[in-house]
């Protein structure tokens, strides 16, 4: 298999919007909820702030752990996307354009927002 630098792009930016779909989105916290513990702390300014802990059993807790690991993530991201790219290509590339065009507009939002913040 040869490796542009198209695909390179393409799997970068699907693995970078995956990955954070898994780990900050709202709309996936149902698949966070049964690895992490809510940890409610009240700050010096009286303000409560919560914090997310992996959960004490074994395989809840090492899961837990990978999913408040954006690098541990990352990595089985990146995995599971070319292992489906290099055993279905058809099911992957539909997959891998529509996460790469997201995780595109994603920072081109942030870099704009923060833009006209300043």
Known sequence: MEVNFLLLLMFSFA???????LIYDRITEFIRK???????????????????????????????????????????????L????????????PLLVILAVSGMAGLIETFVQKNLTD
Request: net charge negative.
């Open 34 to 80: 049964p690895f992490l513990d809510e940890i409610h702390e009240q700050n010096q300014a009286g303000e409560v702030e919560v914090f997310l802990s992996p959960k004490q059993a074994p395989i809840r807790g090492f899961l837990g752990e990978l999913l408040t690991c954006y690098w541990c993530t990352g990595f089985w991201v990146s995995l599971g």
């Open 15 to 21: 693995s970078f919007r995956l990955t954070r779909l």
């Open 82 to 93: 070319f292992l489906i790219y290099y055993l279905w290509p058809w099911l992957a590339e």
